[in-house]
């Protein structure tokens, strides 16, 4: 008699359950609503539509390495003079804190 009892009970809140996604409003489907979105009609307006970028680096992380051997390359010299007592590793220490804060830096732009 348990069992009946608990499938009743069961069913019952699976009716209210669909009784009340039938009396919730269906949202609006914003996949339609077409406020402030530019229309392609061609390949190269959705290039155009797509270019948000306009001279922004989208991807900084790609340019890296080779933004820090360049700067590398032009300032460790200097540091080397400026501190002929230093290692190799103190040197290249003080060149990454320097690097950290360089507008050379692709992620600090």
């Known amino acids: 008699k348990q069992w009946y009892q608990r499938r009743v009970a069961i069913t019952a809140g699976e009716n209210e359950e669909a009784q009340q996604e039938k009396e919730d409003p269906i949202p609006e489907n914003l996949n339609h609503v ?16 797509l270019d948000i970028a306009d001279g922004v ?15 590398e390359q032009g300032r460790i010299s200097q540091l080397r003079a400026e501190n002929p007592s230093l290692r190799l590793s103190q040197v290249r220490q003080m060149l990454r804190k320097e690097w950290q804060k360089s507008p050379l830096n692709p992620m600090n732009q």
């Open 34 to 49: 077409m406020t402030d979105v530019e229309v392609a009609q061609s390949v190269e307006q959705a290039i155009e539509a």
């Open 57 to 71: 680096d989208m991807h900084p992380e790609k340019r890296v390495k080779a933004a820090w051997n360049a700067f």
